[in-house]
C-alpha cells in the first residue's frame, strides 16, 4: 500500500514537472526562489557560515547546495528531487494515518498525493517540498512515540519554516498530559534545542547576537499587524517585496528612527515595539484584523507571494483536479465529529492544527505559509474513515462538513490580484535577460490584462519600456502607477529618468524631486536629480546633491566627477580640480575625469596641463568627443600664438 501510494504521488510530480517544462516560465526563478539561489550558490561554493545573522531561515538554501554539490544546479534536478521528496513526504503521511487510525489511516497519504497545492509546492523552487517533508516525518514520529527524535525534526522544521515552534506547545503539553511523561516531555524539548543550538552559535559567533533561527521576527511581525495592515504581505516600502528589500529597508527605516547603526536584534525588536504599540493602543482593531487572518488561514483562496498555482494550472491539468483547502476543511470537519468519541486520542492532531493556524495568524497569511496544517487536517479527515461504515452522526457530521466548507469560501481574497502578481513576477525575471525582453513585455501586458490597476505591473511595463527606447508609451504607465501610489520612489525616479531623456528636464526635475523627498538618501536618485539641475543650468544645487551622493557612496568615482563639473560651473575651479583628483585616486582610468580636469584647466588658462589631460583622456577612450574638440581648440590656439 505504502509503495502504491509513493508510485501514484511520484507519477503526478513528474507529470506535473513535465507538463510546466513546456511553459516559457520553467526555468524562472521567482520571488524568494531567486535569493535561495544566489545563497545556495555561496554556500556550494564554499561559504558555509556566511554573513551576519540569518535573516531567512537557513534549511532550505543548505538543502538546496547539497544538491548543487552532488548533483547539479539545474531548476529541472531541483524540480525532480523536490518531486522525490513529495513522494516520500505522503509515504510518512500514510504511515502516520495507519499508527493512528490502523489500515484506514494510509487514505491520508494518498489525499497529499493527490492534493493540486501539494503538487504544485513540490514543483515550486522553494521551501514548501522540504518543509511539507519534515512534517509529515513528525508526525509518523509523534504517531509511533517516538518522541526525542520527533524533537529533533521539529528543530529542522522550525529551520525550515521558523513558526512551526509554535508546534511544541501542544506536542508538549499532550506528552506531559496525555502520558504522564515529564521526563519524554524534557527531552523532546533537549532534542528540538539541541539541533537549533548550532544556529543560534553560528549566529551569535558571526552576527555578535544569539537568535535561535533568525532576526526577522520584528518586520515580519509588523507587517502583519500594524494599522491598515489587512492580514496579507504589505512591504514595508511601497513597491518593494524582495526579500533583500525587506531586510534594507527594516534596517534603514529602524535606524533613521534610531539616530544611530542598529543591530539586527535591534532593529527586530523596533518593529516589534511599533507592533505591540499598534495592539496596545487598538485592541479592538486588532483582534478584527486576527479574527480576518483566521479566516484568510482557512479560506479556499491560496493567497498567493509570487506564484499563483492557477497560473501554472493554464499549462497543467493536474493542478486543476478539484481538491482544494476548502474540501480538504470540509473532509477535516466531518472526520472530527465522527471520530468524536476518540476526541482525547487524537486531541494532539486538533491541537497542532490549532496553534499553527494561529501561529499563522499572528503574522500574516499565504497559502504556502499555511501548508504545513495540510497533511494534520488529512489526518484528522481519515480519523472518520472508518467510522462511516457505523452510520453514527452522519448527519451532524454532514452539516459540519458544509459549515466548513461554506466558511472557506468567504470572499476574502481577489484572485485577479494573485493573478497579476504572478504574471508581474515573471515578467520581471525575464526582463533581467535583454534577449527575453519582448517576452517580459508581453508578461506584463498579461499581469495588467487580468488587474489593469495592479501599480506594480504598470511601473515594471513603464520601466522596460524606457529601457527599450520606447518612453512617450512609458509616460502613461508610471503616471497610473503613481495616481495608485504616490509613494512609490523608484516610481517616481524612472519618470523622472524618462522625463529626461525626453527632454522634458523641468518635469524630470520635479519627479526626481518627490523621489528624493521620499528617499532622501538613495544615491542614484541624488545624481539622477543633479544631472538634471545641471541641465536646468542650476549648478550650486547640483552640487549640494553631488556632495550628499558621494556622502553615500565615496567610492565612486563618477559621482566625484559629477561634484567637479558642478563645482566648476558654480566658479569654483579649485575645488573642482580637488574633486577630479580625488576621482583619479579612486578610478585611474577614468577618461571623463580627465577630460573634465582638462576643461576646468583651460578655463583658467592652465592650458599645458590642460592638454595633457585631454591627451590622457583620449588614450582612454579615442570616442570621447569632448576631449577631442577641447584638444584640437588648444592646438588651434597655440598655432595662433
Known sequence: ??????????????????????????????????????????????????????????????????????????????????????????????????????????????????????IFL??????????????????????DRNLQPAGAVLGLLALGRENALILAVPIVCWIVWEHRKRREALLFAAACALVLLPVAVRNLAVGGELHLTTAQFGPNFY????????????ALVIGHGSVSDEREDATRLAEQAAGRRLSAGEVSSYWTGRALKFIG??????????????????????????ESQSVYAEWSWILKLP???????????????????????????????????????????????????????????????????????????????????????????????????TYHSMATALAEDPERA?????????????DPKYPAAQVGLATLLSRMDRQTEAIPYFRSALASWPDYAEAHYNLGVTLAALGQVDEAAAELDRALRLRPDDPE??????????????????????ERAVAARPADAAAMVGWGIALAQSGYADEAIRKYQAALLLDPRSASAHSNMGSTLAAIGRTEEAKRHFERALELDPQYESAQKNLELINRMSKKH
Open 1 to 118: 500500500m505504502l509503495a502504491a501510494i509513493w508510485g501514484l504521488a511520484l507519477l503526478l510530480r513528474g507529470l506535473y514537472i513535465w507538463q510546466i517544462s513546456h511553459a516559457p516560465f520553467f526555468d524562472l526563478r521567482l520571488g524568494d526562489a531567486a535569493a535561495y539561489d544566489s545563497w545556495a550558490r555561496s554556500i556550494a561554493a564554499g561559504d558555509w557560515l556566511g554573513q551576519g545573522v540569518f535573516y531567512q531561515a537557513p534549511l532550505y538554501p543548505y538543502f538546496l547546495a547539497l544538491i548543487y554539490r552532488v548533483l547539479d544546479d539545474s531548476v529541472t534536478t531541483v524540480r525532480i528531487v523536490q518531486a522525490v521528496l513529495g513522494a516520500f513526504s505522503c509515504v510518512l503521511l500514510a504511515r502516520a494515518g495507519i499508527l493512528w487510525f490502523g489500515r484506514w489511516g494510509a487514505v491520508a497519504g494518498a489525499l497529499l498525493a493527490i492534493y493540486p497545492p501539494a
Open 122 to 143: 513540490d514543483g515550486s523552487l522553494e521551501k514548501s517540498a522540504l518543509v511539507t517533508f519534515l512534517m509529515c516525518w513528525l508526525l509518523a514520529l509523534l504517531a
Open 223 to 234: 507587517i502583519g499587524n500594524h494599522d491598515g495592515a489587512r492580514g496579507t504581505y504589505e
Open 281 to 306: 493602543s487598538h485592541p479592538g482593531t486588532w483582534l478584527a484584523l486576527i479574527a480576518r487572518k483566521l479566516a484568510l488561514a482557512l479560506n479556499v483562496s491560496e493567497v498567493t507571494d509570487t
Open 323 to 421: 481538491f482544494h483547502f476548502g474540501l480538504l476543511l470540509g473532509m477535516a470537519a466531518m472526520g472530527a465529529v465522527l471520530a468524536w468519541e476518540e476526541r482525547r486520542r487524537i486531541a494532539l492532531l486538533h491541537g497542532m492544527a490549532a496553534a499553527y493556524v494561529l501561529g499563522v495568524a499572528l503574522f500574516y497569511v499565504f497559502g504556502r505559509y499555511r501548508f504545513p496544517v495540510v497533511p494534520v487536517l488529512m489526518l484528522v479527515a481519515t480519523a472518520g474513515v472508518d467510522h462511516l461504515r457505523r452510520g453514527k452522526r452522519l448527519a451532524i457530521a454532514a452539516a459540519a462538513g458544509v459549515v466548513a466548507l461554506a466558511f472557506a469560501y468567504l470572499p476574502l481574497d481577489d484572485a485577479r490580484t494573485a493573478r497579476a502578481i
Open 438 to 450: 519582448y517576452e517580459a513585455l508581453g508578461f506584463y501586458q498579461t499581469a495588467l490584462a487580468t
Open 525 to 546: 536618485t541624488l545624481l539622477a536629480s543633479a544631472k538634471v539641475l545641471l541641465t536646468l543650468n542650476r549648478p550650486k544645487e547640483a552640487a549640494d546633491l553631488y
